[in-house]
């Protein structure tokens, strides 16, 4: 059985850092992308940033780039999200997800998911 469990979540204000953690069980093999996806009340889920299974490739979304970083030691360490310089419009619920194949920003790809944990950032 597959668990992702993320945690690290919390209030924050503006211009401020964070980082989420995920950590991942029942993933057989190591060839998963891993990745970050958030949601904002009242809006879909959009991607923010994946790693491949080795670490040695990496996708931002623009919205992102420059100011979070992700990473993991290897295909069995914990899953990472450093977010710095926080934005108000970051603010939303953080998902980890896993997808044994290649690399997508889109969610759906993603089979499998945990349960996210809240990001506010106040202005």
């Known amino acids: 059985q597959v668990q992702l469990v993320e945690s690290g979540g919390g209030l924050v204000q503006a211009g401020g850092s964070l980082r989420l953690s995920c950590v991942a069980s029942?993933?057989?093999?190591?060839?998963?992308?891993m990745a970050w996806f958030r949601q904002a009340p009242g809006k879909e889920r959009e991607f923010v940033a994946a790693?491949?299974?080795?670490?040695?490739?990496?996708y931002y979304a623009e919205s992102v780039k420059g100011r979070f970083s992700i990473s993991r030691y290897n295909a069995k360490a914990p899953l990472y999200l450093q977010m710095n310089s926080m934005k108000p419009e970051d603010t939303a619920v953080y998902y980890c997800?896993?997808?044994?194949?290649?690399?997508?920003?889109?969610?759906?790809?993603?089979?499998?998911w945990g349960q996210g944990t809240k990001v506010p950032v106040s202005s």
């Open positions: 029942g993933l057989s093999g190591s060839s998963y992308h």
């Open positions: 790693i491949s299974w080795s670490g040695s490739r990496k």
């Open positions: 997800e896993a997808n044994p194949g290649t690399y997508s920003s889109n969610p759906s790809w993603y089979p499998y």
